[in-house]
């Protein structure tokens, strides 16, 4: 079982769209995938379930809000007892005994991320401060280690625009990092500083985990690539100014960059998810742009396996 945060703290760069359609997509291939809704907007639950769903069947027992919720995450309810199975896109994966599995999210998980992030505070001692930062920031990979999620060969969390405490959870948790970017100015340096928040919270996780008391694992979360989303095309590449950035990125070297990338195409992007089936399950098979995502998939696929190996 594998876990990556697909993350970026600028909105509406593609994290949701991206998430949905790589968890199809390789659930298409016969595996069982589970995706965590972290982000309280709540788009990617949105991909699977109406609003009119969401609300009698999800919003009072089933959400990720009511495991982050209380004294410390996991104390209310197990993370596993809140999976659910979307029909919708199952009844297209019957055929490929693959399975899609879904945390939902809550639109209230905005005011628990504050609440947990007050909750850091208050320790009277170095050890004590150092405790409660592992036990907070350690909470879902904890939850993760259950023997429920073992079943998955993938698990995919879709972080929120931020990078507040339930994000940081999702990257302890992660084995890898994906962050979808678009290809301009501001999406570009905003990657740099990324890179280097998330290496600083590795860093410090580990120096607490080493020196503390407990029985905290390092952890060893990798970026696996940076993947360019809403790309426009002429003539088979990228247009000019994307082209620069895009390389920009990949000369600088923080971070690789995948070959492959999310086109601009409203077509089959824009309406993602909205009926309860992400794109890459309800565009013919020879459609361009679907050859284009499955290609990107079987490259972080590759990728995931790298870093297996590693
Ligand atoms: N490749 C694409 N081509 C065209 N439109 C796209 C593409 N990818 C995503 N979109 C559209 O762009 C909008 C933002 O996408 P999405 O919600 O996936 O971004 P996000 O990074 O998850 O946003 P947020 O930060 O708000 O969570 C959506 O309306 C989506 O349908
Ligand atoms: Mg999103």
Not at 16 to 39: H, M, S, Y
Not at 252 to 278: C, W
Request: charged fraction near 25%; glycine fraction near 10%; proline fraction near 4%.
């Amino acid at each position: 079982m594998q876990v990556i945060a697909v993350m970026n703290y600028k909105g509406g760069v593609g994290k949701t769209t991206l998430t949905a359609n790589l968890g199809a997509e390789i659930a298409n291939l016969g595996q069982k995938v589970l995706l965590i809704d972290l982000d309280p907007q709540a788009n990617l639950t949105f991909s699977f379930y109406s609003m009119d769903e969401w609300r009698e069947e999800l919003r009072k027992d089933t959400t990720i809000m009511r495991w982050y919720e209380g004294d410390m995450p996991g104390r209310e309810i197990a993370l596993q007892d809140l999976i659910v199975t979307p029909p919708t896109v199952n009844d297209q994966l019957t055929e490929t005994g693959g399975r899609l599995d879904l945390i939902a999210s809550h639109l209230k998980l905005i005011d628990i991320d504050l609440k947990l992030a007050a909750r850091l505070g208050g320790g009277t001692t170095l050890g004590e401060s150092k405790r409660k930062f592992l036990d907070l920031h350690g909470c879902l990979a904890r939850a993760l280690q259950h023997e429920r999620f073992q079943e998955y060969d993938l698990i995919l969390i879709d972080c929120a625009p931020n990078f507040g405490l339930v994000t940081k959870t999702a990257i302890v948790a992660s084995d890898h990092v994906l962050v979808p970017a678009k290809a301009d100015y501001l999406s570009t340096l905003g990657i740099q500083y990324l890179v280097g928040n998330c290496d600083t919270l590795v860093a410090e996780y580990n120096d607490y985990a080493a020196h503390g008391a407990g029985a905290d694992r390092p952890i060893q979360t990798r970026f696996l690539g940076v993947v360019f989303t809403m790309v426009k095309f002429y003539a088979n590449k990228p247009i000019g100014t994307q082209q620069y950035y895009i390389e920009d990125v990949r000369l600088n070297g923080e971070i690789p960059v995948l070959s492959g990338v999310m086109r601009d195409s409203p077509r089959h992007f824009g309406d993602a998810g909205e009926d309860g089936v992400p794109m890459v399950l309800r565009s013919p098979v020879t459609d361009e742009v679907v050859v284009e995502f499955r290609t990107l998939a079987a490259e972080i696929q590759r990728g995931i396996d790298k870093g297996i190996a590693r």
